[in-house]
């Protein structure tokens, strides 16, 4: 009689135990596609890092996707759009495509321009570290906001607008032979330029500075990354939260759903200025938009404070 009871006893521990131990070893992350289309989101998992599967999958118009996320991972996760198959079964994106051929991505991450959500998951002091990224350019609008954590500022962010049809000429990606715009490069992409790469010269925080460009991106965005220094305003922590990842997330999403935090609080979530981003009406005849308008008078006025003091 007393093996029947010592096992069941063990068996309800190890139960116990595992319930317990459960929310501590994993997360959520639960992936919503609130475009009109259907999107293919890719996952890209870290170097040394529990690889996280799928690696890429079919979400259609409305639909939702949560996967279990180990509590050491971290990687990037993003959207690829008007996706096919062709005559000898290859599977290709018009954007963020991964170039694996296939849905899966299998270890292969975005080709740019693409907007990215970027985790580091149970990093320093515990902490989760998260972004959402424009550097590598921008294809769809996207939110990230963490649910559930104990500790850290735990805010939302994300790029809310939706600036292809906004994107500068040099920057816009057109679909086929449409004008249409479905995608935005980044000025690294387009022209190649260290200054505007952050290497070569401009390798640090003190010679990589915001341009005209990263800034197009910045004051539609002010929370996402523009360029590969802008860490103060765009890398956010929380502890032990579930993720909700928005594709096209309204653009006055509700504050209930934000559930925002005090931290980065006077910094917006979305410059609402810029909300509509394609051309203003009754605007210049030059079809400037006002996205442009304004990064280009930042840029003009960044000019004129550094050359001041040498008039």
Excluded at 128 to 138: A, I, P, Q, R
Excluded at 145 to 161: A, D, E, F, I
Excluded at 172 to 187: F, L
Excluded at 291 to 298: G, L, P, S
Aim: neutral net charge.
């Amino acid at each position: 009689m007393a093996r029947p009871f010592i096992l069941a006893t063990a068996l309800t521990l190890l139960l116990s135990f595992s319930l317990l131990s459960g929310p501590v070893d994993s997360t959520t992350f639960k992936i919503v596609n609130n475009c009109r289309r259907t999107i293919w989101p890719g996952i890209l998992t870290g170097a040394d890092r529990p690889i996280l599967y799928p690696t890429g999958f079919t979400l259609t118009s409305g639909k939702s996707k949560t996967i279990a996320v180990p509590r050491s991972w971290s990687g990037r996760l993003w959207a690829r759009t008007l996706c096919s198959v062709d005559s000898a079964g290859k599977f290709s994106c018009a954007t963020a495509d991964c170039g694996s051929g296939k849905v899966q991505c299998a270890g292969a991450g975005a080709i740019p321009p693409a907007t990215l959500a970027e985790f580091t998951l149970n990093g320093d002091q515990g902490l989760d570290f998260y972004d959402v990224s424009l550097v590598d350019g921008y294809n769809l609008p996207m939110l990230v906001v963490p649910r559930g954590g104990t500790g850290g500022g735990c805010s939302p962010t994300g790029c809310l607008v939706d600036l292809n049809d906004a994107c500068p000429k040099a920057l816009k990606v057109a679909y086929g032979n449409s004008s249409e715009g479905v995608a935005c490069k980044s000025a690294c992409e387009a022209f190649g330029n260290p200054e505007y790469c952050c290497s070569e010269g401009f390798a640090t925080p003190d010679t990589c500075q915001p341009s005209a460009y990263s800034l197009f991106f910045k004051h539609a965005c002010p929370r996402s990354y523009s360029y590969a220094y802008d860490d103060k305003t765009s890398t956010f922590t929380c502890t032990g939260p579930d993720y909700i990842i928005i594709f096209c997330p309204a653009p006055y999403t509700s504050e209930k759903l934000l559930g925002a935090r005090r931290e980065a609080a006077e910094l917006p979530l979305v410059n609402k200025t810029t909300m509509y981003g394609g051309r203003v009406s009754g605007g210049p005849p030059s079809g400037l938009t006002l996205v442009q308008m304004i990064a280009c008078a930042v840029s003009i006025v960044a000019a004129i404070s550094q050359i001041w003091p040498l008039l």
